[in-house]
């Protein structure tokens, strides 16, 4: 079993659409929860940074931790066409330099 | 300003054949990480250096694999008698200097370079 589970996709949705993207992990050591963005061939770029447990809203996207549960949220609101990529899970222990990533979930949103 | 930059984008080579991949990181930045990424697969550790030392090498496959920061800028992940499981694309990443205790988003960002497309034939 892996550290971190990532559902890989593909999701789809149509514009406009709130998008919801998850993952759970193992470890309860884990402190700090990112999510990224990769477009094809591109590098992962960093969209949310938390610490511990929480929300975080910037823009149109909202990161939320439940450390009780092992589950992370990434949510999309008013999706657009430009947020299709492949979305990253990934998180770190306190004093530690390694990201662990989930699988990814490639999403699409239509027009 | 620059990001991240790796050098080959893209490198076919032949089972058995040496190579090396280039990362040079962002200006002033002390941490780098090399990170595997394989087809549908998130990016996995290889190795981490802070300056000229590799202080976390827990992520290499085996003894095939070795990586150098000479001079605490640019690294050169280098990998012998490649074989097809060595296809992947290579991820770089630099930080302005280790992760640490800090909550600072800013303090503990990855900057990831678009990788080297590895294919081994």
């Known amino acids: 079993q892996k550290e971190v589970e990532q559902d890989p996709g593909p999701l789809s949705v149509p514009e406009g659409a709130i998008v919801s993207l998850n993952c759970t992990y193992s470890n309860s050591a884990f402190q700090y929860f990112m999510w990224y963005r990769q477009y094809s061939r591109k590098g992962p770029e960093l969209l949310m940074y938390?610490?511990?447990?929480g929300n975080k809203e910037d823009g149109r996207f909202t990161a939320q931790v439940d450390k009780s549960s092992k589950y992370i949220s990434l949510f999309i609101r008013d999706s657009q066409p430009s947020d299709s990529a492949t979305y990253l899970c990934?998180?770190?222990?306190?004093?530690?330099?390694?990201?662990?990533f989930g699988q990814g979930t490639r999403l699409t949103i239509n027009p | 300003g620059a990001g991240v930059s790796q050098t080959p984008s893209n490198k076919v080579t032949e089972k058995g054949k040496y190579v090396e991949l280039r990362c040079d990181p962002i200006s002033g930045h002390t941490a780098l990480y090399w990170y595997r990424q394989s087809l549908g697969q998130g990016p996995e550790f290889l190795i981490y250096f802070q300056g000229t030392g590799a202080a976390d090498d827990s992520g290499l496959p085996n003894d095939r694999f070795f990586a150098v920061r000479p001079e605490g800028s640019v690294s050169t992940l280098k990998i012998q008698r490649t074989e097809r499981g060595d296809s992947a694309v290579y991820l770089c990443?630099?930080?302005?200097?280790?992760?640490?205790?800090?909550?600072?988003?800013?303090?503990?960002?990855?900057?990831f370079g678009p990788g080297t497309r590895l294919t081994v034939l």
């Open positions: 990443a630099s930080s302005p200097s280790g992760a640490g205790t800090s909550g600072s988003r800013s303090y503990n960002e990855q900057f």
């Open positions: 938390t610490y511990s447990s």
């Open positions: 990934a998180m770190r222990f306190t004093g530690a330099q390694k990201l662990v």
